[in-house]
């Protein structure tokens, strides 16, 4: 049992989305398909879905082209979040199900379930438009699995989600997948892949540039971090005397530190105490998913999340700074 | 770009179609825009329906008064009574008064207490000669009417002068064309067929207006669902031909539920249009009942083309809809169909009023038209089968073209999100889909 993506191309006009694009997602698991925004993840999506048709390649579920496949195998949650506004919650949770062939007293039976479950049995009798964005994504995260499909695709499903509806999330997922669903989902948040995906697929400008279980992934990389907390000193600057080592993510509490292949973690607790610092924590981890994400991406997942570098003006004069702003004539 | 093209899947246009249907009718009938366009509609056709009412009343109380100036007795009461005769004939509501001097008769002219004034002389040659002094009221058909009746005047006065007179009455017939063919084309009196252009006008205007409008409400149903990004969710859950179709038919039948709602009470009205006229007008005031004109098969006929009319349109509008994110830019893409619909309710105006010309007659077969058209045509009684049925087969044929280009281009609109895809991008869409 396994969904199997087979070099898919897809182009948009003269933009290439996916090129050859090819990866086999385990049947039952939790899979994290990766990748920074336009690499793919979504056209890959709705391919498998059957809402876009690939120039080339196949999507077999279980060895069946996946348009042959009733629409029911799939759930599918969309990254941009969309309800009708004046719908009232129920009625549209049973409206999608009945769309997908549940008859309307168990899909409305099934959603008030779910909103239970959830724990916002009160929202079923609002309308979407009353909702918070955090309920609304709760709202379509149980249409998309109110037809018990037996497979899941989900489109940054945490996105905008607080830490307690993330869990929630997280919990769902782990509960489908024991009862032997299979749940695909793309995210930027590594620490979230890491928690929750067996096997994952990073993609990079259509093509899957790395992918498979993900303790062999992290393994296969010959990376180790170092996690190092120094009393009174979170800006570690004596680390940079430390060949073949450098600081991969700061931090007030804690700082991971990335080491080249071959350079012991030991060398880094020497230079601490050659400095005379009190070191308060230290481990050594594997490679995170984020540094993988990085050597074969060449930057962070969530790199378009923050802002870019800042730049120095060569003018320091305002006045000239704004006329130099103005388009050339 | 369309999952309806993929190999083997089996969708069947319901129960989906239906469901969509649904939501889409009772969301709709259910807003208090729907209550409030319905109450508005339906207070329109209650006054267009006690129109002729109205316009009876207040052409009872406008008629023209002229006075009558004789040089002698007996030409003031001859001409009293030949014009009295003959100008009650000409439904124009004059009224006689005998006034003896001239200059006054003149002079309540000019001050708008009549609205003209004859003077007739006998000449001592025996000629009469009249005079008309008019007010600015009088128009040209009441000059004629005037002129006719003089003539009438000198006409009895010349037979009762000469007795043995060789002056004989013509013969006078009427003959109507028929066009070329036979049956659905016969022809109708003049009361008959003022109420089947009352009827005609009334069906054109709701045929338009429920096509437009709902037409529209398809293609910003669409654009709604597209930017409020819930088509997501729905192209992965149902086929854009379910889409589509359940979109265009729950909408269609919220446009028909509302033209009822709108139609029965000006049904009502129609058919008490007499006694009601009696009731106001007083007794022997009859108006000649414009319901007599809707025979079923003009309702059928408003039906059928109804569906028909709706299925073209609003095919192209879901299609339209689906080719824009937001409601502002509806209005620049829908403009030109709304534009092809007004034309057409242009034409079958024309058809009421100006008559069957060629270039109407081949309107009236054209899919984009025919729905007003041909039913203005069909309300006016002049249509052959052989036209009627041209009509609707290439109306049927366009819907059937029409759906399959409409909703490959929707299939690839709606996943179009604040991209202006070129002319290229479309006719791309229309072949692949």
């Given amino acids: 049992m396994s969904l199997l993506i087979d070099h898919l191309d897809k182009r948009f006009g003269t933009t290439v989305a996916l090129d050859g694009l090819a990866f086999e997602v385990p049947g039952g698991q939790v899979f994290g398909f990766l990748g920074a925004n336009g690499a793919g993840k979504t056209t890959t999506m709705r391919i498998v879905l059957g809402v876009l048709q690939a120039d080339r390649g196949t999507v077999t579920w279980n060895g069946i082209d996946s348009r042959v496949l009733p629409r029911a195998t799939w759930g599918y949650l969309p990254e941009e979040r969309g309800l009708y506004p004046r719908m009232v919650v129920v009625d549209q949770l049973a409206y999608f199900a009945s769309l997908y062939g549940l008859a309307p007293d168990r899909a409305r039976r099934e959603a008030l379930h779910w909103l239970t479950r959830f724990r916002v049995p009160e929202l079923g009798s609002r309308r979407a438009e009353e909702l918070s964005k955090g309920n609304q994504q709760k709202i379509q995260l149980i249409a998309a699995i109110l037809h018990d499909p037996q497979v899941l695709l989900m489109d940054e499903p945490f996105t905008g989600l607080d830490p307690v509806n993330v869990a929630l999330l997280r919990e769902a997922f782990l509960e489908l997948r024991d009862q032997g669903r299979t749940l695909i989902f793309s ?76 350079v012991e973690p030991d060398a880094v607790l020497a230079a601490a105490i050659r400095r005379g610092v009190r070191v308060t924590h ?19 997942p969530d790199e378009d999340l923050h802002l870019a570098p800042s730049t120095e003006l060569s003018d320091p004069n305002p006045a000239t700074r704004i006329a130099s702003d103005e388009p050339a004539a | 770009m369309n999952a309806d093209r993929a190999p083997g899947r089996d969708e069947p246009l319901l129960p989906n179609a239906g469901i969509i249907a649904r939501r889409e009718y009772g969301g709709l009938v259910r807003s208090r825009l729907f209550f409030v366009s319905t109450l508005v509609l339906t207070g329109l056709a209650m006054f267009v329906a006690l129109l002729p009412i109205v316009a009876k009343l207040v052409d009872r109380e406008s008629r023209t008064t002229v006075a009558i100036v004789a040089s002698d007795p007996e030409l003031l009461d001859r001409s009293m009574a030949v014009l009295q005769g003959l100008l009650d004939q000409t439904g124009g509501g004059f009224d006689l008064v005998v006034v003896d001097d001239e200059q006054d008769a003149i002079a309540r002219v000019s001050d708008r207490e009549l609205d003209a004034a004859i003077v007739a002389v006998r000449r001592p040659t025996g000629q009469l000669g009249f005079s008309f002094h008019l007010g600015e009221t009088m128009g040209q058909q009441q000059i004629t009417n005037l002129t006719v009746g003089v003539f009438g005047v000198a006409v009895v006065d010349y037979v009762a002068q000469n007795p043995a007179s060789s002056f004989k009455q013509p013969g006078v017939e009427v003959f109507r064309a028929l066009g070329d063919g036979n049956g659905g084309s016969q022809p109708f009196d003049a009361s008959a067929f003022a109420s089947r252009l009352i009827v005609g006008a009334v069906f054109g205007f709701l045929i338009f207006i429920t096509i437009v409008i709902y037409g529209m409400w398809v293609a910003q149903g669409v654009v709604a669902e597209k930017s409020s990004r819930v088509m997501e969710l729905l192209i992965s859950a149902a086929s854009t031909r379910q889409l589509v179709i359940g979109k265009a038919l729950g909408i269609g039948l919220a446009g028909a539920t509302q033209t009822a709602i709108v139609l029965a009470p000006a049904l009502v009205v129609l058919v008490v249009e007499d006694a009601l006229a009696r009731l106001v007008l007083g007794q022997g005031v009859g108006l000649g009942s414009s319901i007599s004109s809707l025979s079923p098969g003009l309702l059928l006929a408003f039906a059928g083309f109804y569906v028909l009319g709706f299925a073209l349109y ?46 109407i007659r081949i309107a009236s077969y054209v899919p984009f038209w025919s729905p007003f058209v041909m039913l203005t045509r069909l309300s006016v009684g002049r249509v052959e089968p052989w036209e009627l049925l041209l009509s609707v087969s290439l109306l049927v044929a366009t819907i059937a073209i029409v759906g399959v280009i409409a909703i490959r281009i929707y299939a690839a609109g709606v996943l179009l999100y604040g991209q202006r895809p070129g002319l290229r991008a479309y006719v791309e869409a229309a072949r692949h889909g």
């Fill in chain 1, 187 to 262: 995210t930027h948040q590594m620490e979230t892949v890491e928690a929750l995906c067996e096997s994952i697929a990073i993609v990079d400008r259509g093509r899957v540039v790395i992918g498979g279980a993900v303790r062999d992934i992290r393994r296969a990389a010959g990376q180790r971090l170092v996690r190092i907390a120094v009393e009174g000193d979170h800006k570690l600057a004596w680390i940079d005397e430390v060949p073949g080592v450098r600081i991969l993510r700061p931090g007030f509490d804690r700082t991971e530190i990335e080491l080249d292949v071959g």
């Fill in chain 2, 314 to 359: 609003s095919l192209i509008y879901a299609a339209a809809g689906s080719l824009v994110s937001r409601p502002e830019d509806l209005q620049i893409i829908a403009l030109p169909l709304s534009i092809v619909a007004i034309a057409g309710y242009g034409m079958g105006l024309l058809a009421l009023t100006g008559g069957i010309t060629g270039f």
């Fill in chain 1, 282 to 300: 230290f481990e050594v981890v594997d490679a995170s998913l984020e540094q993988i994400f990085i050597d074969h991406v060449g930057r962070p």
